[in-house]
C-alpha cells in the first residue's frame, strides 16, 4: 500500500496559530499534498521506487502570538519524502518521520522548533508590557493510524496523537494534541480534505503563553493570572488542492479554532481574540 503525503500540524494541525506554531496551523491533515491528487492507478507500495515525494512553498497568514488579534505573513514549507518505506515530513519548523510509511500505523519521533514572543514587538494595547517568552524547541513521538479509504484513498480517516516536551528552555512545558482527517475527494487533479483537531497542554505552558505575573500586573494594568494545564483549544480546516501538471501544483488551506479552559479566561487572549484563523497557499514540486 502506497501511503498517501499527510500529516496534522500547517499544512497547513492543527490550527494553533502563532508564528511559534505555524507548522501546526497551516500543517494540520495527515492527508495532503500532490499525491492526494491520484493518478489513473491504484496505490502501489513505496518500494516500486526509492527516493520520491512533494515539496510546497508559499505565504502563510497567522495570528502574531497565541491570542493575538493581529495578524502577519509567515513562510509555507510544506514536505514528504520517503525513501524505502521511511517517510519524512516537515510543515513549516516541525519534522517527523514516519517510521512505518507503509502501513495504517503511523509511529515515530517529531522535532518542533516554537519561536519566541517578542510581547513589545507583536503585541498591542496592555499586552506590549508583558515579559518576552524565549523560544522552545519540543522533541516528542506520535503515533497514528488510518481508517477506510478506496484504492485511491479517497473516504479515508486518519487519527493522530502526538506529545512533546521543551528541551531549549522557552516554555518548558508539555504540548499534546490529538486531530483527525477525512480524505472527501480524489480525482486525478484534484483533493479535498477535512479536519478537526484539540491541543492539550501543561500549566509551564499554559502560565508562559496566558499567565500573567504579579510583577507584570502592575507593570501593565492586566489582572494577574496563574492558569493550569489543560485543553488549550479545538479546531477545524479544509485543504485543497490542484494539481495542474505532473509535477507542479497548488496546495490552498483556512481553518480557525478556538481557546477553551483556562486558555480562554486569559487576561491576553481577553486583550486579543478567542477565535484565531490561518490561511495559507503553496506552489507544489512532486518528484
Do not use: C
Not at 499525491?35 to 526509492?50: L, Y
Not at 491570542?67 to 509567515?74: E, I
Not at 500505523?105 to 518576552?132: F, I, M, T
Amino acid at each position: 500500500m502506497k501511503k498517501n503525503s499527510r500529516w496534522p500540524a500547517l499544512l497547513i494541525a492543527g490550527l494553533h496559530v502563532s508564528p511559534a506554531n505555524a507548522q501546526e496551523a497551516l500543517g494540520a491533515p495527515q492527508v495532503v499534498g500532490p499525491e492526494a491528487a491520484v493518478s489513473s492507478e491504484p496505490k502501489t507500495t513505496s518500494t516500486a521506487r526509492d527516493l520520491h515525494g512533494f515539496v510546497a512553498l508559499g505565504p502563510g497568514l497567522v495570528p502574531a502570538f497565541d491570542g493575538a488579534r493581529t495578524y502577519q505573513l509567515v513562510p509555507l514549507v510544506i514536505a514528504d519524502v520517503a525513501w524505502r518505506g521511511v517517510e519524512l515530513e516537515v510543515r513549516g519548523l516541525g519534522a517527523r518521520l514516519d517510521l512505518l510509511g507503509d502501513s495504517r500505523v503511523q509511529v515515530g519521533p517529531l522535532l518542533n522548533y516554537r519561536g519566541n514572543r517578542d510581547s513589545a514587538k507583536d503585541g498591542s494595547g496592555r499586552v506590549k508590557l508583558l515579559s518576552e517568552v524565549d523560544s522552545s524547541l519540543e522533541v516528542g513521538g506520535f503515533v497514528g493510524y488510518r481508517f477506510g479509504g478506496n484504492q485511491y484513498g479517497q473516504g479515508e480517516l486518519a487519527i493522530d496523537l502526538s506529545l512533546a516536551k521543551d528541551v531549549a528552555g522557552g516554555h518548558e512545558g508539555l504540548v499534546g494534541s490529538a486531530q483527525a482527517s477525512y480524505a472527501a475527494y480524489r480525482s486525478r487533479r484534484f483533493f479535498l480534505n477535512v479536519d478537526a483537531q484539540t491541543s492539550f497542554v501543561d500549566k509551564k505552558y499554559m502560565r508562559a503563553f496566558f499567565g500573567v505575573t504579579p510583577a507584570e500586573a502592575a507593570r501593565s494594568g492586566l489582572a494577574a493570572y496563574r492558569p493550569d494545564g489543560g485543553v488549550r483549544d479545538a479546531g477545524a480546516g479544509v485543504t485543497a488542492g490542484y494539481q495542474f501538471s505532473r509535477r507542479w501544483g497548488l496546495i490552498a488551506r483556512a481553518g480557525a479554532n478556538h481557546y477553551l479552559g483556562n486558555a480562554k479566561d486569559s487576561p491576553i487572549v481577553d486583550e486579543g481574540s478567542k477565535l484565531q484563523a490561518v490561511g495559507g497557499l503553496s506552489l507544489s514540486f512532486r518528484f
